[in-house]
């Protein structure tokens, strides 16, 4: 893969029942691409009016897909990435309806892209993830020493092409890995999606480039908070459904690639300890979701996609 001189670029932004937050993504994003894929995954939304309204209702490079049902956040990626590449574009920047870009996010990407030494093994590029104030928010897992991943957060200078997975959010794609490797997994529905397409890409021989210089403000749902010892904790609540999807996805990840990436494994039976741990100790419906668990462990082991069982209709992601 050898980038050209003057790329062209066209992001693809999966909604479903938007805030003010999406306008402040499309502002963000605007300038900064050659054209804007937004594929609404709720009928009768009020996507539309975020995209003809304002500072951004004069633009040409925004088009709008509004599904008549949910098909999932997989497939509906997918019908960005198809249009996208028919488009003819060079890369495909895949984007959560609450990222906000840094103003300089795309040239840094494609800054490192050019200046990269095997620019042919690039599967794809992903960002450093921060909080609206600045800090770091998601960690970046890379090789560490024997099995154990190292987890940090990357400086600002940093570009580190070790990286064991990247997140959906922010994943700078070129068309040659989509050409090569395949879209995204859409039976998944919603949860792994990302993990899934990080070991296709890492199976094929490519890698994933870490970029700190490209910047994200993404947001990780709605945090609950608990005070313990006068330390305050944050952590996510997932519903039933979530479950299921979230353990029939992993289980399939960790049965395909696991032989391939042992390190993943180690990184997901001390990922499933503390999940199981926190919704013992901190979460109610505990008999629902532990119920939920079980099945999507046993779809996983036995490679069945229900999708009933993927959410539940009106259900945000």
């Known amino acids: 893969m050898v980038p050209k001189i003057d790329p062209t670029v066209a992001a693809v932004v999966v909604v479903f029942d938007p805030d003010d937050r999406f306008r402040q993504l499309l502002l963000s994003l605007v300038e900064q691409v050659n054209k804007i894929w937004i594929i609404d995954n709720q009928p009768n939304s009020v996507s539309c009016n975020y995209v003809k309204g304002g500072q951004v209702q004069q633009r040409n490079n925004i088009t709008l897909v509004e599904n008549k049902k949910n098909v999932g956040l997989a497939a509906a990626q997918n019908q960005g990435i198809k249009l996208a590449l028919e488009d003819g574009v060079d890369w495909i920047l895949l984007l959560d309806q609450d990222s906000i870009l840094d103003k300089d ?6 800054d490192t892209a050019l200046k990269y030494k095997n620019k042919k093994n690039i599967g794809f590029l992903t960002p450093r993830h921060e909080y609206d104030d600045g800090r770091p928010s998601v960690p970046t897992y ?94 996510q609540v997932h519903p039933a459904f979530r479950r299921y999807t979230i353990y029939r996805n992993r289980v399939t990840v960790i049965k395909e690639y696991s032989t391939l990436f042992p390190d993943f494994l180690l990184f997901e039976i001390l990922s499933i300890a503390k999940d199981l741990l926190k919704l013992v100790l901190l979460e109610d419906q505990k008999f629902n979701k532990l119920r939920s668990i079980f099945i999507g462990t046993m779809h996983g082991m036995t490679g069945s996609f229900d999708r009933s069982s993927n959410h539940r209709e009106g259900d945000k992601y």
């Open 105 to 110: 996010f795309v040239k840094n990407m494609l």
């Open 142 to 235: 890379s090789k560490g020493l024997f099995l154990k991943p190292r987890r940090y957060h990357m400086s600002l200078a940093e570009i580190d092409d070790t990286l064991l997975f990247g997140m959906a959010s922010g994943s700078f794609i070129p068309r040659q890995t989509l050409e090569e490797v395949g879209l995204m997994r859409e039976e998944f529905w919603i949860d792994y999606i990302d993990y899934e397409f990080s070991f296709r890409v890492r199976k094929r021989g490519l890698r994933i480039l870490g970029v700190g210089g490209a910047r994200l403000n993404h947001r990780l749902g709605i945090a609950n908070y608990l005070k313990i010892l006068g330390k305050v904790l944050s952590f």
